[in-house]
Nanobody, 126 residues
């Protein structure tokens, strides 16, 4: 069992930045791939970014590529999502997800992650 807790959300103006954190507890976080998803009101949950358990491979949705950076610190059992140049369309609840993935496959679907946090709200005003 892995417990995930997100933090760092808030209200920011368009063009601003936020850094989300995902604190993990339970099983060895360093063995798990980690991802960020988001869900806007009335929309399905969508993939944002993922990072391999080793931290050396990342993959992003086209909508955030070049603006968001996913990273992790396995010594601290924490993952991060640095969000720059935020746009109003980035407004959503952001969820951290994790799953055991030693093979390092890139997984962008919600069913590919067994563990989820409760989410943190990000609101970008125009």
């Amino acid at each position: 069992q892995v417990r995930l807790v997100e933090s760092g959300g808030g209200l920011v103006q368009a063009g601003g930045s936020l850094r989300l954190s995902c604190a993990a507890s339970g099983r060895t976080f360093s063995l798990y791939a980690m991802a960020w998803f988001r869900q806007a009101p009335g929309k399905e949950r969508e993939f944002v970014a993922t990072i391999r358990w080793s931290g050396d491979v990342t993959y992003y949705a086209e909508s955030v590529k070049g603006r968001f950076t996913i990273s992790r610190d396995n010594a601290k059992n924490t993952g991060y999502l640095q969000m720059n140049s935020l746009k109003p369309e980035d407004t959503a609840v952001y969820y951290c997800a994790a799953d055991y993935n030693r093979a390092g496959r890139v997984v962008t679907t919600t069913v590919g992650y067994a563990y989820w946090g409760r989410g943190t709200q990000v609101t970008v005003s125009s």
